[in-house]
C-alpha cells in the first residue's frame, strides 16, 4: 500500500525557518516523480514545488523560489522541503504528493494527509 | 501561468441527479502529438488530501465510480456525475499539467440540495 506522511509542521515567527518531511513506503520510491501542494484550510490548492526521480531537477512556484528548497533522499524513502524566510501566507497545510509515473507531467495519484504549518509572531 | 477557472464555485444538486462541473484553461492543454489533454480533476471531502479522479481529462482512476466522467478538450473541460450520491459531496478541482507552475481551479463546492 503506498503511503506518504508529513510531519515537520508546527509555529514558526516570520522570518524563521520550518524543513518538513514526507516519508514514503509501498512503492519503488527512487522511481518517482514527487511534489509539496499547499492548501490555506478553507481555501484552494497550489502547488509549490516538485523534484525528478533522481533529485537532479527541481522546479518552484514563484511564490517560494528562493526561499524553498525541495530535495530527497532516495536511500531513506524521505521527501524534504527546507522553508527559510517564512511569511505569514505560508501558512498552509502542505501535502506531499506522487506523480503518476511519466516524464514529470502528470497527475498526482497519492498524496499524504498533510501537516500544518503556521506563521505567526 | 495557466490560469484555471471552474464555475460554478458552488452547486447544489438533488440526490439522483446530474451535476456539472466546468474548467476552464487560459491556454490549450491539448498535446498534439498523442492526441492527450493534460488535465486531470480531484475530489476532496473534508479533512482528507484531494484524490484523483480523472487524469487526462476522460480517463477514470481504478476504483472510481462510472457515475463520474470527464469530457472536454483544448481549453474547455467538464467533470460530471451521472447521478449524485451522499458520498459526492465534495470540493472539486481541476488542475493543468501542461507546464510549471501546475495550477488549479479555485474549486467547486457540491452539496445536495
Known amino acids: 500500500e503506498v503511503q506518504l506522511v508529513e510531519s515537520g509542521g508546527g509555529l514558526v515567527q516570520p522570518g524563521g525557518s520550518l524543513r518538513l518531511s514526507c516519508a514514503a513506503s509501498?512503492?519503488?520510491?527512487?522511481?518517482?516523480?514527487l511534489h509539496w501542494v499547499r492548501q490555506v484550510p478553507g481555501k484552494g490548492l497550489v502547488w509549490v514545488s516538485r523534484?525528478?526521480?533522481?533529485?537532479?531537477?527541481?522546479n518552484y512556484a514563484d511564490s517560494v523560489k528562493g526561499r524553498f528548497t525541495i530535495s530527497r533522499d532516495n536511500a531513506k524513502n524521505m521527501l524534504y522541503l527546507q522553508m527559510n524566510s517564512l511569511r505569514a501566507e505560508d501558512t498552509a497545510v502542505y501535502y506531499c504528493?506522487?506523480?503518476?509515473?511519466?516524464?514529470?507531467?502528470?497527475?498526482?495519484?497519492?498524496w499524504g494527509q498533510g501537516t500544518l504549518v503556521t506563521v505567526s509572531s | 501561468d495557466i490560469v484555471m477557472t471552474q464555475s460554478p464555485d458552488s452547486l447544489a444538486v438533488s440526490l439522483g441527479e446530474r451535476a456539472t462541473i466546468n474548467c476552464k484553461s487560459s491556454?490549450?492543454?491539448?498535446?498534439?502529438?498523442?492526441?492527450?489533454?493534460?488535465l486531470v480533476w480531484y475530489q476532496q471531502k473534508p479533512g482528507q488530501p484531494p484524490k484523483l479522479l480523472i487524469s487526462?481529462?476522460?480517463t477514470r482512476e481504478s476504483g472510481v465510480p462510472d457515475r463520474f466522467s470527464g469530457s472536454g478538450s483544448g481549453t474547455d473541460f467538464t467533470l460530471s456525475i451521472s447521478s449524485l450520491q451522499p458520498e459526492d459531496v465534495a470540493v472539486y478541482y481541476c488542475?493543468?499539467?501542461?507546464?510549471?507552475?501546475?495550477?488549479f481551479g479555485q474549486g467547486t463546492k457540491l452539496e445536495i440540495k
Open positions: 504528493a506522487r506523480a503518476c509515473p511519466g516524464d514529470g507531467y502528470t497527475p498526482f495519484d497519492y
Open positions: 509501498g512503492f519503488t520510491f527512487r522511481s518517482y516523480w
Open positions: 523534484i525528478n526521480s533522481d533529485g537532479s531537477t527541481t
Open positions: 491556454q490549450s492543454l491539448l498535446y498534439s502529438s498523442n492526441n492527450k489533454n493534460f
Open positions: 487526462w481529462a476522460s
Open positions: 488542475q493543468q499539467y501542461w507546464n510549471v507552475p501546475y495550477t
